[in-house]
């Protein structure tokens, strides 16, 4: 176990875990989480999902453990393969794991010159270098300001299209160096998280793969059923906040024949709960955290 779990008692009252239920855990990480939830089982059965064969390399023996090495956006298919539906709650906390930050070859920090890799699972074909590398200058305007948020993104595209012209710009400090007169000045931690949030999102297709495991939730838990997810930014969030308020993606609910809001699940709480000041204190990775509930109707 590798990491510090970020809202672990918020993330089991929500869930509300009953002994003998079973769960799913998509996002095993260091396996705090998981840990924890197994803690609170007897006869029950937790599934764990992750990507990244390396996080579950360190998944304990367990009868009442399954591992799945698989992005979460096949949920459905190896629920049924593992006989384990419907499911009593599902945790998902979303992002990058301590691990991968702190394991520079994976290429997700910036604070060292590692190749831009950037991969939740290692089998991908594409590298952010690559991308980085090969796609238009249009397609990185378009993921820098979708996916990073940033208003500057055809500056930048513009840059890198000129510094891979004469050479490729596979590093940290080949990225760093390309866009570096476009980073506003004594923001270049913050600015740079951005960029490497756009290309990571990108490499790893993580928001069309997070709206197919929310639409996934609908038909795996039962009613009464809790889903828990902890976004760790706003793209994220918005996603999972309007999936549960109003069963779309948008700002309209989705309404039956009546004009009644017909969304799958009921949000539980008055908004998204954020970590205390304590926890932020004890793990700085915590800080940007956002964990919302959904019952499901």
């Known amino acids: 176990m590798y990491h510090n779990p970020v809202l672990l008692h918020e993330s089991l009252e929500g869930l509300r875990i009953s002994p003998v239920g079973t769960y799913a855990d998509l996002t095993f990480g260091g396996g705090g989480h998981a840990k924890a939830i197994l803690g609170q089982l007897t006869t029950g059965k937790l599934v764990v999902f ?3 064969q390396r996080a579950l390399d360190n ?3 367990d009868d009442r453990l399954i591992c799945v090495h698989a992005n979460f956006r096949f949920l459905l298919n190896f629920l049924r393969y593992h006989n384990a539906l419907p499911l009593d709650g599902v945790l998902a906390d979303l992002g990058v794991s301590s691990y991968q930050f702190d394991t520079p070859e994976r290429g997700f920090t910036t604070r060292e010159n590692a190749t831009l890799d950037m991969r939740m699972n290692t089998g991908l074909e594409k590298t952010a270098a ?3 590398t090969e ?3 249009e397609k990185l305007a378009d993921i820098l300001y979708h996916y990073g948020e940033l208003r500057n993104a055809r500056q930048l595209a513009s840059a890198l299209v000129n510094a891979r012209s004469n050479q490729p710009v596979t590093t940290v400090d080949q990225l760093k160096a390309a866009i ?3 980073i506003p000045a004594r923001q270049e931690k913050k600015f740079m998280a951005r960029v490497f949030q756009a290309f990571r999102i990108e490499v790893n297709d993580e928001l069309p793969a997070l709206r197919e495991m929310l639409v996934q939730c609908k038909e795996a838990i039962k009613p009464g059923g809790r889903l828990v997810v902890i976004a760790y930014h706003s793209l994220e ?3 999972v906040k309007r999936y549960l308020r109003n069963g779309t993606f948008d700002d309209k609910p989705e309404t039956d024949f009546y004009g009644r809001v017909d969304a799958p699940f009921t949000p539980v709480g008055s908004g998204a709960i954020m970590p205390s000041s304590e926890e932020i ?6 800080r940007s955290a956002r964990l919302r509930i959904g019952e499901r109707n």
Do not use: F, M, T, Y
């Open 130 to 132: 690559d991308i980085i």
């Open 59 to 61: 998944a304990p023996v």
């Open 135 to 137: 796609a238009s200058e």
């Open 50 to 52: 992750d990507q990244d």
């Open 237 to 239: 969030d918005r996603l």
């Open 180 to 182: 570096g007169k476009h």
């Open 281 to 286: 204190q004890q793990n700085n990775r915590a």
